[in-house]
């Protein structure tokens, strides 16, 4: 922790398992989205048999749908413009590649539910021990960070058996993933001082549209005033005198945040939307911002901690960089070992394949699954073994 953020969120535990998923490859196909029955068979034809799984149109319409709208969100959290060129060309280019994607996932997730049942709860605890200490090391506590994120350490020990799962299925196909000395120290040396932070507080008044949606409709003028209104009152509370977390906790909309009183933890330079963090490096610690608009909504940022840049002695970090470096070699190895394991595999693409899997000619339209797909979470990184 000492040198990224890799372990400041437990929303996802395992880093390996978070690419996996995030490559499409661990999980499991589900039915498009929105389907309150099964589809006639003749309007959702099989596309293709992978090992004797059948995968239908609707299937791929909801992978393809979930893709897009992942893209859609990263590009509205990193502050770039969402327009219906760049979303025609960005819905094009995920197109193109979304039919092998599906195979590759199907592949992995089948692979992977062969390895879970043989991942010991020893295992398990394992490594739960050692994320643990981890963040002891760092100064955090394991127990309070789960229960911020909402989830719970049953959540947490699934995800780890799924890391565990996902090392395996990769090691099994292309070898051994651990660092040499060498390549920890080299790493190091590249590493060796952790950048500046802050640590901040918000209280957001957020928008009922989505900000990562090119379809929706833009908040109203008498919305953005509604939420502009709120965020005046709870600045004033706080200039009056009253604790920031209270406020967040009691009229802040990230319910996430607001559980723990608007804590965000520490965060470097380029970690937040443009507008926060032109807001949030301006203040000194304890100091208050004025209400900032962003596209989510309104928000009002304290700052509580600041971190100066500080040199890493190597036997201080050498655990993380271990973990750091293990990923590392999982993410250059996975596509490897699917590649293998297609290899090795039967799969029948059927009369229908080419045409629902018709690369678009035009722009996803609003009614589309591309438009209708529900935000999907970003998988946060965190630590492996």
């Not at 957001?204 to 939420?227: Q, V, Y």
Request: aromatic share 6%; proline share 6%.
């Amino acid at each position: 922790m000492v040198f990224t953020k890799i372990t400041r969120s437990i929303f996802v535990v395992a880093l390996a398992f978070a690419f996996a998923t995030d490559a499409g490859w661990a999980q499991p196909a589900a039915p498009a989205a929105g389907a309150a029955t099964a589809p006639n068979p003749a309007d959702n034809p099989v596309i293709v048999i992978i090992n004797g799984q059948k995968i239908t149109k609707s299937i791929y319409a909801s992978f393809l749908s979930e893709r897009i709208s992942k893209q859609i969100n990263m590009m509205a959290r990193q502050g770039m413009p969402v327009t219906p060129e760049t979303v025609e060309a960005m819905h094009r280019e995920i197109a193109a590649t979304a039919p092998e994607q599906l195979i590759d996932q199907t592949l992995f997730k089948q692979a992977l539910d062969k390895e879970m049942p043989k991942i010991s709860d020893e295992a398990v605890d394992k490594e739960l021990v050692t994320l643990r200490a981890m963040y002891k090391k760092s100064g955090m506590d394991l127990d309070e960070e789960i229960k911020k994120s909402g989830r719970t350490q049953d959540s947490i020990e699934g995800q780890l058996r799924q890391q565990l799962a996902s090392f395996a299925v990769v090691r099994d196909q292309v070898g051994s993933l651990e660092p040499t000395a060498e390549e920890m120290k080299k790493f190091h040396a590249q590493h060796s001082e952790t950048p500046e932070e802050i640590e901040t507080q918000h209280i957001l008044i957020g928008f009922s549209t989505d900000a990562g949606n090119p379809h929706a409709a833009p908040p109203s003028a008498e919305e953005k005033a509604a939420c502009k209104k709120k965020a005046d009152e709870a600045l004033a509370r706080i200039k009056g005198g009253e604790d920031f977390a209270k406020v967040a906790q009691e009229v802040s909309t990230d319910k996430a945040s607001a559980a723990s009183g608007g804590k965000l933890g520490y965060s470097a330079r380029g970690q937040a939307p443009k507008e926060f963090e032109e807001a949030a490096w301006k203040l000194k610690v304890d100091e208050v911002s004025p209400v900032v608009e962003t596209p989510y909504g309104y928000q009002v940022i304290k700052v509580t901690g600041h971190k100066n840049p500080e040199k890493i002695k190597y036997d201080d970090a050498k655990d993380e960089i271990r973990q750091i470096l293990m990923q590392q070699n999982f993410v250059k190895n996975a596509q490897k070992a699917v590649d293998k394991i297609r290899a090795a595999s039967k799969i029948e693409k059927t009369d229908a394949f080419a045409r629902v899997v018709k690369v678009p000619a035009g722009l996803a339209k609003p009614d589309s699954p591309a438009a209708q797909a529900p935000a999907a979470p970003p998988a946060e990184n965190a630590e492996t073994k």
